[in-house]
């Protein structure tokens, strides 16, 4: 699957469905003290690469060839960002950054 072919709402739903398995989300040593600062557990995380929803293009990082897409999820009491990169050759999903 090459995922820079792939429109919005199909990466979406690979996101969605990805996510139904934690064993397949990884989070960078950057996501996780984004976590810590903004008091942001894995179950949020989860749950937003879950429900959410990408409302911008994707965008593929130059560095390392990456598409990175940014799932918004509004919860139960604040709006949250995950940011997680998506590349073709492993399976997963990588979570970069998190912003609440």
Not at 9 to 24: E, F, K, V, Y
Not at 87 to 94: I, K, N, S
């Amino acid at each position: 699957m090459t995922f820079k072919r792939l429109t919005l709402h199909q990466l979406q739903r690979h996101i969605r469905q990805t996510a139904r398995d934690t064993g397949l989300i990884f989070l960078t040593t950057h996501a996780r003290v984004r976590m810590r600062e903004r008091q942001v557990g894995n179950e949020e995380v989860f749950d937003c690469l879950r429900l959410g929803r990408l409302l911008t293009p994707a965008e593929e990082d130059l560095k390392t060839g990456h598409l990175v897409c940014r799932m918004n999820w509004y919860g139960s009491w604040r709006e949250l960002a995950v940011c997680v990169a998506l590349d073709d050759a492993r399976p997963g999903l990588l979570v970069v950054t998190v912003i609440a």
